[in-house]
């Protein structure tokens, strides 16, 4: 948390920074209580690229729309609720 880069959100984010990006939604995880966050994944990989916001919809609105949803696996952390690829 405290390495964090909160963006406003990836909509004119840079991923051509990254070998294969990925974005992984948590609800209220232990680092960013009662928030949903957006982290970016490089090849698996965490960064300190994050983004924020109050509810599930707010937070799907600052992701590029060329990124796809994959739904969560049953073996995910609980706090995950889907990922952008």
Do not use: W
């Amino acid at each position: 948390m405290e390495n964090d880069v909160i963006l406003n959100d990836f909509i004119n984010h840079n991923f051509k920074l990254y070998f294969m990006p990925i974005i992984t939604i948590y609800k209220n995880p232990s680092d960013y209580p009662n928030l949903y966050i957006a982290r970016i994944f490089d090849f698996g990989n965490r960064t300190n690229t994050i983004t924020t916001a109050n509810s599930l919809i707010a937070i799907r609105q600052k992701i590029p729309k060329y990124f796809g949803r994959i739904r969560r696996d049953d073996e995910d952390d609980p706090c995950i609720i889907e990922s952008y690829v």
